[in-house]
Nanobody, 130 residues
Framework: QVQLDESGGGLVQAGGSLRLSCAAS???????????MAWFRQAPGKEREFVLG????????VYSDSVKGRFTISRDNAKNTVYLQMNSLKPEDTAVYYC????????????????????WGQGTQVTVSS
């Protein structure tokens, strides 16, 4: 079992920045680097959507078109933590942001569907005012 704990959400004006963190407790027998990690978000009345993902060693990242050039994902495997740096925020970025871990493929493949992820955090609210 892996527990994920997000932090860093809040209220920010359009054009501003926020940095989310997701701290993981590694599963017994597995290192944090063996999990691909991703951020998803869910806006009110909408389905949860993939935002960004990163491979276990951090060498591969995948971004959704809606955040490319504005958001960055990174990870520190020594700290069992993944980060989401959000710049140039827009009101349409308002959502609950979730951190997720994928135990398949030893972290070497980034998948984009939420049912493919095994562990989820509780979510953190990000609100962008216009």
């Amino acid at each position: 079992q892996v527990q994920l704990d997000e932090s860093g959400g809040g209220l920010v004006q359009a054009g501003g920045s926020l940095r989310l963190s997701c701290a993981a407790s590694a599963a017994s027998g597995r290192t944090f680097s063996s999990f691909a990690m991703a951020w998803f978000r869910q806006a009110p009345g909408k389905e949860r959507e993939f935002v960004l993902g990163i491979s276990g060693n951090g060498g591969i990242t995948v971004y959704s078109d809606s955040v490319k050039g504005r958001f960055t994902i990174s990870r520190d495997n020594a700290k069992n933590t993944v980060y989401l740096q959000m710049n140039s925020l827009k009101p349409e970025d308002t959502a609950v942001y979730y951190c997720a871990a994928d135990r398949s493929f030893r972290g070497q493949r980034i998948r984009t569907l939420d049912h493919e992820y095994d562990y989820w955090g509780q979510g953190t609210q990000v609100t962008v005012s216009s």
